[in-house]
């Protein structure tokens, strides 16, 4: 953990830069199932996801997606290896895991109580049900899925037991070679991050400034608000993305960013700046997403309705094209009534041309 804190001001936040090996091990295992509804991320996780057995991914949705809170566990961030966190959870009470992981069900409105959820799997059927259809409607889980669930939370034991061993095969199988492939990139981030002076800033500007994204239509900013500590990590395989997940440590976010060194910095780290480039070029080999582009030249602004109208596409593939756009900078988002319309960043396409430029010439 960096120990250098930032005061940004007028907010009283203070904000920390940490590789934070453990939460950054997790959050990786975590992305393994946005290649389903998002793309742009690091090859690593689309190439990991295709080799899972169906038994593997299976549990991954029950202990990863659908139980995740009973994973983060006290501490979290301090954990210096992944290893080490594995044993602390081996040891964590199971009925702790078991009221961590519940966390999120326990806000759906008409929540019946936790005996109530426990004792009937067509109770917790439709409590779930009710919150997909309202929230994620898409990404409803089906009845296996629900029924592993419901089992692991009926047996608290079974369930750290099934955490465990499948973190610890995706660590040791996929995830350990990998981290020590980018520990250095990340520890660069870091450092970089490290020697600038971000006082003067509000919330949102350093969010924005950290992440290299326009943050003002994302739903962080209102987790932002209620919290005094940010700690920023950076990964190397969230694409062009933004991450947070909450701490134990009262009113504390943690934020996944792409790693990165700030504008105008000087990597000393080639790597990283292929990287960089290598996630917004990504967002450029796809025919329909320059073909979005293409019709941004020609009109000011498009509607996500107007995409599919015009490429004749479908409301989730012309989500996950404008999601990758947005997030690489290539296209401005903004509400219109209920709808979400786009524009075309020019500045962010010159500043690509220029940093290719610049690349070419080291």
């Not at 953990?1 to 295992?29: E, G, K």
């Amino acid at each position: 953990m960096v120990d250098r804190n930032f005061l940004i001001t007028p907010t009283d936040i203070s904000v920390t830069f940490s590789v934070a090996p453990a939460l950054n091990a997790l959050y990786s295992i975590k992305l393994l199932r946005g290649a389903d509804y998002v793309s742009g991320l690091a090859s690593w996780v689309y190439e990991t996801i295709a080799q899972l057995t169906a038994e593997a991914l299976l549990t991954h949705d029950a202990v990863v997606e659908m139980l995740f809170d009973g994973l983060l566990i006290p501490g979290l961030a301090q954990f210096t290896d992944f290893d080490a966190y594995l044993e602390q959870l081996a040891k964590t009470d199971s009925q702790q895991l078991r009221a961590m992981a519940l966390t999120w069900i326990r806000k759906i409105d008409g929540y019946p109580g936790d005996e109530a959820l426990l004792a009937s799997f067509e109770v917790f059927q439709n409590v779930i049900k009710q919150h997909f259809a309202h929230k994620r409607p898409a990404h409803e889980p089906d009845e296996a899925l629900l029924q592993r669930v419901h089992s692991l939370l009926q047996a608290p034991n079974a369930m750290r037991e099934a955490m465990v061993k499948h973190l610890a095969m995706l660590w040791e199988g996929y995830l350990k070679d990998e981290w020590e492939r980018v520990k250095g990139l990340l520890e660069e981030s870091v450092q970089a991050f490290e020697q600038v002076d971000l006082s003067g800033l509000t919330a949102p500007e350093i969010v924005q400034y950290v992440t290299g994204r326009d943050v003002s239509n994302i739903d962080l900013m209102a987790k932002i608000s209620d919290v005094h500590h940010v700690l920023f990590v950076p990964s190397q395989h969230i694409g062009p993305y933004i991450g947070w997940m909450p701490s134990d440590t009262p009113n504390m976010l943690y934020i996944i960013y792409t790693a990165r060194v700030p504008k105008g910095a000087q990597s000393q780290n080639t790597a990283l700046d292929r990287s960089q480039l290598l996630i917004r070029m990504n967002a450029l080999a796809d025919e329909t997403r320059l073909r979005m582009l293409e019709l941004l030249t020609k009109h000011k602004e498009l509607c996500a309705q107007d995409f599919i109208n015009m490429l004749e596409l479908s409301q989730s593939s012309a989500s996950r094209h404008l999601r990758q756009l947005t997030a690489t900078g290539f296209v401005k988002e903004r509400r219109r009534d209920v709808a979400k319309c786009y524009s075309l960043n020019r500045e962010h396409i010159q500043d690509l041309l220029e940093a290719l430029e610049l690349f070419f010439q080291n």
